[in-house]
């Protein structure tokens, strides 16, 4: 269940909107102003969206969105009674997702938070299979790696040694370890495993930043700074 926070200084339009939302299924918090609202985002670090006033004492809707996007990278969508173009622009520039004017329709509003959530949801999954380490980018799905943007050309089994590596980082890996989990199999020629270290330090890793030899045990692969 997502935990949206409303923010409104109008208690009756952060009810309804609050109401419309709980009947969606979404656990909701309130907060009238923005002081208050930026001390429910620090107290609920679960929060996964947030629905945000302009026109609010004690601190606007944009200083509230300029300050939590230091914390947060939740959407943001501004509803708001100012419908003037350069309001909308200068909520969108400081960090909100979205915008929508007073009055609006609640199902329009309900309608748009289901799709900032899908897509963040989205966003989340797909960063959940990316790996980075310095500047290298592993993408475990599309079993790609890339270098500053720029894709490196990996086999099969170089790229699932690599990804073993990454996923283990830290840790000294014996070449026995190694084979196993990434050859499949405790019999076999151990050499494979150096043969395929030096085509990566070839390609990824020329500057022996992050693939270590220890001798005598493994390798180890390290986040370089």
Not at 62 to 73: A, F, S, W, Y
Not at 114 to 142: F, P, Q, T, V, Y
Not at 190 to 195: D, E, H, K, P
Request: contains cysteine; charged residues 30%; aromatic residues 8%.
């Amino acid at each position: 269940m997502s935990k949206i926070l409303v923010v409104d200084d109008d208690r009756e339009i952060a009810s309804l909107i609050g109401d419309c939302l709980y009947d969606e299924g979404y656990d909701v918090v309130l907060a009238y102003d923005g002081e208050n609202a930026i001390e429910n985002i620090y107290s609920n670090p679960d929060i996964e969206m947030i629905i945000l006033d302009i026109m609010m004492p004690k601190m606007d809707g944009l200083d509230v969105c300029k300050k939590i996007r230091e914390k947060v990278n939740c959407p943001i969508i501004f509803v708001s009674a100012k419908s003037k173009t350069l309001d909308k622009l200068l909520g969108l520039e400081i960090g909100a997702d979205d915008y929508i004017e007073k009055p609006f329709v609640v199902e329009e509003l309900v309608a748009r938070v289901k799709a900032h959530l899908r897509r963040e949801k989205r966003r989340n999954n797909i960063m959940k299979n990316i790996i980075k380490i310095g500047e290298i980018e592993i993408h475990k799905d599309s079993y790609e790696v890339y270098i500053n943007n720029n894709l490196i050309e990996l086999s099969t089994r170089e790229f699932q040694l690599f990804l073993y590596l990454c996923e283990n980082a830290g840790q000294v890996l014996s070449r026995e370890q190694i084979f196993y989990s990434v050859w499949g199999s405790e019999f076999g020629d151990i050499g494979t495993v150096a043969v395929n270290i030096k085509s990566l330090r070839d390609k990824i890793d020329k500057e022996n930043k992050y693939i270590k030899t220890i001798w005598g045990v493994g390798y180890k692969l390290v986040k370089a700074s």
